[in-house]
């Protein structure tokens, strides 16, 4: 189920896959689709461009002509990226999702959209909602680069490279001493990272490098061993056993009760910016032997480790603070 819109565009598959562009300067041509050949083709088989599916259809309601709602197109097996096309955005916008608050709109549903009043008289997502937020993780899911390990070190040592932070790390000098940094360091190094990557590729960015991150803490278990440890991908509303802590987690932060799980993301990209620098120093004999990937694995852990740690003691004497000036009892 997803929000309806009158808005509504649709997806289908080009009829002739084979059509070729011409780019602007008049000279330069490629197809759109470039042709498949998989990796043990049967005997006589010829290379056909690989076609775009669309995986999701909707129904016209006053005469319920069926028609294509999302489609994607898998260019990892041609070596390219991969597409997801939605026949509208108003999927994605907030007034479609979380209601329309105009002085005029009396519906009190229409009012919270896609919210309805729990038990305790708070609004919380519906069961459709929690289905579409899946469609939206998938999504990102989805478009992952294929070599997406080796393709965050590059992004994080673009970021390093900037002007901000080469005049930033320039003073650290040599033989980096993980333990004198504090959660301000990293914090302030992850907001200008990622205010620096939302201005070179966009909002939605951020999200993208720190999933990316993430795989870096894991870099031998691909995301769809490590994602169950949250939800079953084949039953994404039926939720893994930490699920109900990762949710308790999220509410207490938002009341301002505990770690935000936003900030801990911006966290792990200072963590980040810091072990490239302290890679960049690293003995190249030592790079060749262990290995970029595993070196940078081992040295990410080593420094995300002390930032979180930094980070909880903060959450920890914030809360302490707070006890003595309200009179209030620390929780256990």
């Known amino acids: 189920m997803l929000p309806d819109h009158m808005h509504e565009g649709l997806c289908e598959i080009p009829p002739n896959l084979t059509t070729e562009y011409t780019f602007a300067d008049g000279i ?5 689709y470039p042709d498949y050949t998989p990796v043990s083709p049967p005997p006589g088989f010829l290379p056909i461009p690989l076609k775009p599916e669309v995986v999701a259809n909707g ?3 006053y005469n319920g002509e069926p028609f294509g709602v999302i489609a994607a197109w898998d260019g990892h097996r041609v070596q390219k990226g991969r597409v997801v096309v939605d026949s509208t955005w108003h999927h994605f916008v907030n007034v479609n999702l979380t209601g329309d608050r105009s002085p005029g709109n009396t519906d009190q549903q229409k009012r919270r959209g896609f919210y309805v009043l729990s038990n305790n008289n708070v609004l919380v997502p519906n069961e459709a909602y929690k289905k579409i937020m899946w469609y939206y993780r998938n999504i990102i899911y989805w478009l992952i680069p294929a070599k997406r390990k080796k393709i965050i070190w590059d992004v994080v040592q673009q970021i390093r490279d900037t002007a901000f932070f080469r005049n930033e790390f320039m003073t650290l000098g040599k033989n980096i001493e993980i333990s004198k940094f504090s959660i301000y360091d990293f914090l302030r190094w992850g907001h200008i990272a990622e205010a620096y990557f939302k201005k ?4 939605c960015a951020k999200y993208k490098l720190i999933i990316i991150i993430d795989e870096v803490f894991k870099p031998k278990i691909p995301w769809y061993e490590w994602v169950m440890d949250i939800a079953d991908p084949w039953d994404p509303i039926k939720t893994g056993p930490i699920s109900k802590q990762i949710m308790k987690a999220r509410t207490l932060a938002a009341a301002g009760l505990g770690p935000d799980p936003e900030l801990l993301g911006t966290v792990r990209v200072g963590a980040a910016l810091l ?3 302290i890679l960049e120093q690293a003995d190249r004999e030592v790079i060749e032997k262990l290995g970029f990937e595993k070196l940078a694995a081992e040295k990410l852990e080593e420094v995300y480790k002390h930032a979180s740690d930094a980070y909880f003691d903060g959450v920890n004497k914030a809360a302490q603070i707070l006890s003595k000036l309200g009179g209030v ?3 256990n």
């Open 28 to 32: 330069t041509k490629i197809r759109e």
């Open 59 to 61: 129904k016209i309601n």
């Open 200 to 203: 070179a590729r966009g909002g």
């Open 275 to 277: 072990t490239s620098v």
């Open 329 to 331: 009892k620390k929780a």
